[in-house]
């Protein structure tokens, strides 16, 4: 099993960024994947998560109405929309993977079981 995170890199505040997790070794189409990060000196927090199906989104109070998780089972792949960046924004942005419980929702209490390597999100002001 691997999750792969690319798309992240430098940007300005105010710009955007999609991350994208490829994820493979298995299907993923009937569980519930997040996003994560972690700033320097900080510990890792929940940005976003999407259930098995798509049909349900959870977000973090601040990145609600920036951000927007969505997926493509047929791809096996799991996407991280980024508008309005500012510089609290910077960290490592993690994929994860919730493997345990079937047709998942991706709440904010799930406990993830499978990561990606992350990628460096950077917001210059």
């Known amino acids: 099993v691997q999750l792969v995170e690319s798309g992240g890199g430098l940007v300005q505040v105010g710009g955007s960024l999609r991350l994208s997790c490829a994820a493979s070794g298995r299907t993923f189409s009937s569980y519930a994947m997040g996003w994560f990060r972690q700033a320097p000196g900080k510990e890792r927090e929940f940005v976003a998560g999407?259930?098995?199906?798509?049909?349900?989104?959870y977000y973090a109070d601040s990145v609600k109405g920036r951000f927007t998780i969505s997926r493509e089972n047929g791809k096996n792949t799991v996407y991280l929309q980024m508008n309005s960046l500012k510089p609290e924004d910077t960290a490592v942005y993690y994929c994860?993977?919730?493997?345990?419980?079937?047709?998942?929702?991706?709440?904010?209490?799930?406990?993830?079981?499978?990561w990606g390597q992350g990628t460096q999100v950077t917001v210059s002001s």
């Open positions: 999407i259930s098995w199906s798509g049909g349900s989104t």
């Open positions: 994860a993977a919730d493997l345990t419980t079937p047709t998942g929702w991706g709440t904010p209490d799930v406990v993830y079981d499978y």
